[in-house]
């Protein structure tokens, strides 16, 4: 037990003493007591070791050391610096081991929590080894220990100096206690305590030994303790009693402790009780759960399941409880750290600040030896110059410079030993913290799709609301209109894991604005979708990714490069590997961008009209484009202008003004938004893709149905049972690359490998949102519900991951000389069939120009 007298500092006002203490470390609680003397039963006060920080100063004197806690500071004093040295010591051990042992989140729970967020993530758990900065301290038994309760407590210089004038009615009882447990107590050992052990309360009085009455030498009757009394100093912590000392007086004493005895087993027993009930009432709430979910799945009415979603509806309410629970725990976290810094920080300074006024004295200690060598140099000299005296004074000097050195080194040593044990508890507080943002992450994610589900349940609800009482559907239209007032973007205050603005990093509108009103929940499914898929990959997906891009230093074509760029460029590297890729395409001749402007200003162009007339149109759900006073307006206009005089065999186009406002967003300069647009017309797509015909355009579309017959060959068959045109849906998507149909993150990782690979990604991706929205597509049995479906199915689309698998996973093989083939196949058949129309149209022309007016 670490226990023993210290001297311990108060400070009244402008008066300071030492007041002499018995100070013991309690295990359970990480605290040390202090009491007036070791035979006190109630302490005066106690030290919080979990969050303190231990200093010591040769300035202050020999023994001489701080607690510091995040409240107060503690001065004690020891009676020798080994002395203070070994507490010191224990103290540091003491409170590591607390902290290990009572850490919310141990090493292998947080390694745990990790694995199930992520099973292919391995969390390193970087765990500090011990280093002996300070060698272990002989054990001063005369000053620490058990043996050091015997001794009597250091005489002070008063008799009234000793007492704490802060804690009168705790000295009363202690020194009310002391009396009369002498009086009662004392024995032929000359001390009511024993020391060799500090003995636990027993869990059952019954189970102590009852101690027969004795007779001491002389043949009187030894003295008992109260069985109540020893109850409470085993129940203090304090040491126990010799055997001896706790027998009994008379048998009425024993008759009252057998019914204190009866009393403790009746109250043992009715806590029993209690627990007994609580695990009853959890055991009927799990069958509970357990018959509710079987009620689901056998239930045929929807009244039953309405009964049910108002069950999930408290559930969530739980869920949501527990969230902020966890954030306010993770609050008081983030302040125990900050202290802990803050402190950290005065050590160093304070390490510093001892190594400069040690570098000084080891200057001062090299002048005095080198005055010396100088002065016995010359025996002569110095016995005409130096007394006998000044050489002692000398030595002596030298004899205490070294003494100060000693300490100091001792000093610094300790000191680099504290800033150790506060790193390393500083380290496992980290971990903590980032289990805990971790496990609410996770909460989090579970808490939308809980959400979601719950709104996916309403609206199919909503559908079925014409076949619903009257009574069951007024209830479902309430339902909406509370789940439609839930504000998805809300967090909680100060406490932002990954939060769904109004708005990306491109002014994209997160969560979709539907006119119609029926829609309105399905928006807010999507929400719900897109911050649940967030939450989830922030830590497992897009932090490797953002670590992987930002070693990549010089960009040059490889395997891996490309493997990069599919799944997606961060925001940070976008812009510069996308003018990167242009500029590999495309020679930038100088100041031919400025003098397609300066032409565009002097002479109109005939495609002027229709770019005034597209420019409002061009991506409604941006906010840079939204208003007819957005600053990327103009740009977008003079980019156009510059391109149709630049290519006059295209001019302009509708669906070139998409195109060129995404690359202005992402590349955010004109000129390079403006060869973004040549790059993406003159070297990724085919020749005529945007001319006066499209003729290359409507190839595609036959490409694409051949790959759709070959790898979605179910789905094909479906379409043309139905009579389904999939071009009227897919013709939009190959000549504007998916703009206005996918979520902005999606779309912005297609153009991505877009850009790098060629329209070979649009037929990738093309196939993959079919592919991803499958089942549902097969699941409907009616031509116009079909065309009503796929309108807005690609807006259904939130996980890019799955998605990207799909298309460059799932779909391979995928050559670029099959395409080729395809698209020279298709070309000629649509260009016969072409011709004979003309042919036709003449016929017809001839027949009526007869035929006569």
Known sequence: KLCGYLNKLGIKGPIKTWKSRWFFYDENKCHLLYYRTAQDINPLGSIDLSSASFDCKVENGEGVFEIRTPSRVFTLKAISKQAMMYWLQQLQMRRWEFCNAHSRFPSHEILSCSLVLCPDLFLYIDVVDSEDFLPPVKTPTEAVGLKAASLPAPQTSTALQNISLKHPWTELQNTVYNICGSKQLWGNSGNIFNFSEFQEPPENLDEEQ??????????????????????????????????????????????????????????????????????HKALEAAQQEKRVSSMYLTAAEDKDRLELVRHKVRQIADLTSRLETLEQEKKELE???????????????????????????????????????????????????????????????IDHLKDDIDAYKTQNQFLNSEIHQVTRLWTSVAENEKALLMK??????????????????????????????????????????????????????????????????????????????DWKLLAKIQALEIKSNNLRSQELVEK??????????????????????????????????WRWIVSRHCSHLPDHYQRLLRQSQSTEHPACRQIELDLPRTLTNNKHFSSPTSQLIPKLRRVLLAFSWHNPAIGYCQGLNRLAAVALLVLEDEESAFWCLVHIVENLMPADYYSDTLITSQVDQRVFKDFLSEKLPRLMAHFEQYRIDVSLITFNWFLVVFVDSLVSDILLRVWDAFLYEGTKVIFRYALAIFKYNEEEILRIHDSVEVYQYLRFFTRMIMDGRKLMNIAFNDLNPFPMKLLRNRRSMHREELEAELCELEQIKAAYVKERAEQGP
Not at 351 to 367: D, F, G, S
């Open 210 to 279: 009852e101690v027969e009455e004795g007779t001491t030498e002389d043949g009187r009757m030894e003295p008992r303790m109260n069985w109540v009394r020893k109850a409470r100093w085993m129940n203090s912590g304090f040491p126990g009693l010799p055997e001896e000392l706790s027998r009994e007086r008379n048998p009425m004493d024993k008759m009252s402790v057998l019914q204190q005895q009866i009393l403790t087993l009746t109250e043992e027993v009715k806590s029993q009780k209690e627990l007994v009930k609580l695990l």
């Open 335 to 397: 302040q125990i750290l900050t202290l802990r810094d803050s402190h950290i920080q005065e050590l160093k300074k304070h390490v510093q600040l001892l190594m400069e006024k040690n570098h000084a004295k080891q200057e001062v200690i090299m002048v005095l030896t080198e005055q010396m060598a100088r002065e016995l140099s010359d025996p002569l000299q110095e016995a005409n110059t130096i007394t006998a005296e000044t050489l002692y004074k000398q030595q002596e000097e």
């Open 440 to 517: 609410c992450a996770c909460l989090q994610a579970r808490n939308c799709q809980m959400e979601s589900k719950y709104l996916t349940v309403l609206r199919k609800l909503q559908e079925a609301v014409p076949g619903l009482p009257s009574s069951h559907a007024e209830l479902v239209r309430k339902l909406i209109q509370e789940a439609l007032q839930w504000d998805v973007k809300e967090e909680a205050e100060g406490f932002n894991l990954n939060p769904v603005s109004e708005y990306d990093e491109y002014g994209f509108m997160t969560v979709p604005d539907y006119e119609v009103e």
């Open 544 to 577: 490797p990714l953002r670590d992987r891009w930002n070693s990549v230093g010089e960009l040059s074509p490889s395997a891996e490069l490309k493997n990069l760029i599919r799944s997606g460029i961060p925001v940070e590297h976008r812009q510069r590997v």
